[in-house]
Structures are given as C-alpha cells and as structure tokens.
C-alpha cells in the first residue's frame, strides 16, 4: 500500500487525504466533474481522477466509473469513507480480482453482512437474539409474512444502505403503501416492530487474525427522514451487564461473519431484552465520537482554516485516528486489545446538519448557501467541507458538530450553543428539529 485511491468526497476524504500524508501514503482523490464542491477535497490530495456522471449513483457510488478511475491511476489500494461503496460486495469483488487492497472487510464478508435476512439467520444460527422476520418479493408474499408475525413490522429493503426506505406499518394499508411506492422486484426483508426501544450500535475494529478490539457503543436520540440527526455515548437506560453482552455478540457477529476492519454491529433494545439488527461493515458516520473515547485529544476547536475536520490530524495530540487504524489492519498489521481502551466517563454527543431533503429536489444540485460560518465553542469540534463562494452540489451533510465533556447534560449544551451559533442559511438543515431535542438532554 503505497499509493491510494480515496474513493469518497467531503470531509472524509480530505481526514483521509491528511491522514494518508501523515503515514507517508500517496494519494489520489475521486472527483465527479458535475460536483462543484470537488475542489475543496482534491486539494488535500496528492492527485486527481475525475469521472463523468450525474448523480451519486453514476458517480462516487457507481462501481463501473471508480473501478475505470482505479485502472486508469494505477492505485494499489482503495480507501471508501463510509459511502455505500465501503459496503458494496461486487466492487471489493472487482478490485480483489485486480489485486488492489480494499481498506475494508473482503467481498465475500460484505456479501453475508449485505443481506438483511442472511445476516439474521447467521446471527441466530450462533446464538444471538434477533426478532421474528422473514424476507419475500410482492406484495403477497409480504403480506404472508406480516400475517405471521402480527403488525407492526418494519419493512426494509433486504440489500437497503442507511437506512433508506425503511418504513414501520401499523396497519395493512401502510404495507400496501411501502411495497407500492418500491422499485418493482424488490426484495423486502420484514422484522417485528418493537414500540418502546433504543437503537444501540456496538463499534469494533477487527484484524486479520480475528482479534477484536472495543471501539465503543452510542445511541440513536434523534431520527428523522431516515437520518440519524443525533447520536450519544455513552449508552443511557441500558444496564452495564446488557451492554458487555452487547460487546460480546458484536465480536462474535464480527467473527462468524468473517469481518475484518472497523464496523458496527447494531442491536434494538427494548424493554425485557436486546435483538441483533445488521451489521455496517464501514467506518461509522460517527467515528469521531470513538476517537474522543480512545484518547485524551484536544477539547477546543483547534486551529485549521480550511474545510475539512476542525480537529484533523494535524492537532488530534493523543487521540487515537480511526482512518489511520483502518489503513494499518488493510495492511496486514494488529491490534491489541488493550491498547486503546475506551473512556466511558467521557459523554460525547454529535449533531449532523443534514440538508433537509426539500431541498434535494434536484439532486445533485442542492442550492446556493448565502451564509455558512461555524462559531468557535471551546469543546466543540466540527467536521465539514462545504466552500459556501460556490454551489452547492452532491452534499448531504453541511456539517457535524462533536462535543465531549463529563456528562451527557453538559455534552448537549456545548452542542446546542454550537447549532445555535452556527449561521446557516439558504439551505434548510435540520436546526429547529436538533434544538428542541438537545432541550431535553441539557
């Protein structure tokens, strides 16, 4: 591994880009020539290879494009972010035929792990609870199903990433609803609805020899439009001796299924007990958090101009680099488990300024920011890569907003002074939605 693809856009490709540099790594960035707001991570490479296309599908998450930049810029390994490339079993499948390392669990793991249903009977076949479910294609076979198992259920699409087109049917129209507005052929994996429950994703690095070591949990607090808009850790409410087992399943998922890197597993919790979900075999949306717990890093916003993390390597003193961890497994290095253990006195919580998908009508062209500026809150750390002097196009996400502090009370209310200082306007986020529910954990 010496020269490296970093198949992604926007913040984490520019961690990447500098974390790369940092291990001596040269690196090559992915760029979409409709994206408008490439510029800002090509910069932090070493290089450039841009596609064609319009929109992610056709761009950044098109196999066949990224595959065609690879072979045309000699790459020896390929670095995914978390987009749904990180999680796309028939491209790792591609590069491995190519010999080009994947910085990420192999196809055949991916394969197992993509499966909604596979990945449950896999689950349960070594002894991890997971809900009633089965998987069907029509609305008959759904309905048979949903028949079995009694409403509510949760439909998702069996092959579905982050959470998209899951919907919770109450009634017999609302299954009817979900199938109906679904591509015809799609696979529908449905899952037993549990009313009162917490979210809980279990993070884990894995190496090559199967050693596992904890990166810790966090909880969902706020979901909206299939978003995760709030994440905290530690998990409240759970009892200690739930979450260890917990952690033990997790690694046991994580060795069943042959998963090497850093992933997450997820479980649902509910009242009496906890079920397994799915597995991400990606880095999380959230590893931020993980690297707070891992190390004794700093706890202002740092002092990088640029876009990109407002606490990147350049001044993470102490803190463990989750990219960095992901590069040196790919590699064939270990880890160990004792190296890093995880700080659960130390409360994080993490907001996301998501565009609100209004806004996304013509995706990918998003819109124009007249004002984007992000306040500086000692505590507050960010992660964004938006050039607001041009538009806006294939973003998702404007920024994320990262505090620690000794308690998740005081956590929140570093996170809400930072949401209600931020300046953001021409493009609706979530603000309002962010705000009133951090009222409730400060």
């Known amino acids: 591994m010496q020269h490296i693809l970093i198949a992604n856009r926007a913040a984490i490709a520019v961690r ?64 995914p972010g978390y987009g749904s490339l990180a999680e796309n079993a028939d491209f790792v499948a591609a590069l491995e035929e190519r010999g080009v390392t994947f910085v990420g669990p192999s196809a055949a793991a991916l394969r197992l792990a993509g499966s909604k249903a596979a990945a449950a009977e896999a689950a349960r076949r070594i002894g991890v609870p997971v809900l009633p479910h089965a998987s069907g294609r029509g609305l008959d076979e759904v309905r048979a199903h949903v028949r079995g198992m009694g409403l509510p259920v949760v439909l998702k699409p069996e092959f579905g990433y982050g959470g998209q087109a899951v919907r919770i049917a109450h009634t017999d129209a609302d299954v009817e609803r979900a199938v109906a507005g679904s591509p015809e052929g799609t696979s529908w994996y449905v899952e037993k609805y549990l009313p009162v429950n917490q979210v809980v994703g279990v993070t884990l690095a894995v190496d090559h020899e199967g050693t596992v070591l904890p990166l810790g949990e966090r909880e969902s607090l706020l979901v909206a439009d299939g978003l995760k808009l709030l994440e905290a850790s530690p998990v409240a409410g759970v009892d200690a001796e739930v979450l260890a087992a917990m952690r033990a399943d997790a690694a046991l998922v994580a060795r069943e299924f042959g998963l090497t890197n850093v992933m997450t597993v997820e479980f649902i919790v509910g009242p009496d007990r906890y079920y397994f979900l799915e597995v991400n075999g990606r880095l999380p949306l959230a590893y931020r958090m993980s690297e707070s717990q891992l190390g004794t890093g700093p706890t202002g916003p740092g002092d990088l101009t640029g876009p990109g993390d407002r606490t990147g390597p350049d001044d993470r003193t102490g803190q463990v680099d989750l990219v960095e961890l992901q590069l040196r497994i790919a590699r064939g290095e270990s880890v160990s488990p004792a190296a890093h253990p995880v700080d659960r006195t130390r409360h994080c919580l993490e907001a996301r300024l998501f565009v609100h998908p209004q806004e996304l009508g013509d995706f990918p062209d998003v819109g124009t920011l007249d004002r984007f500026e992000l306040p500086d809150v000692d505590g507050v750390t960010y992660a964004w890569s938006v050039d607001a002097a041009r538009p806006v196009t294939y973003e998702l996400i404007l920024a994320q907003a990262l505090a620690a502090d000794t308690s998740r009370a005081a956590a929140a209310r570093l996170v809400r002074k930072a949401v209600d200082g ?20 400060c």
Not at 22 to 40: E, F, K, M, N, Y
Not at 50 to 74: I, K, N
Request: aromatic share 4%; hydrophobic share 40%.
């Open 16 to 79: 990447a880009a500098r974390t790369c540099r940092g291990l001596g790594l040269r690196t090559t960035a992915l760029t979409a020539r409709t994206d408008s707001q490439a510029a800002v991570h090509a910069a932090a490479a070493d290089a450039e290879v841009a596609v064609d296309g319009w929109g992610l599908p056709d761009t950044y998450d098109s196999a066949e494009r990224v595959l065609d930049a690879v072979d045309r810029c000699g790459v020896d390994a390929v670095y």
């Open 422 to 441: 931020a300046r953001v306007t021409g493009l609706r986020c979530y603000v309002e939605e962010i705000t009133r529910r951090l009222d409730d954990e």
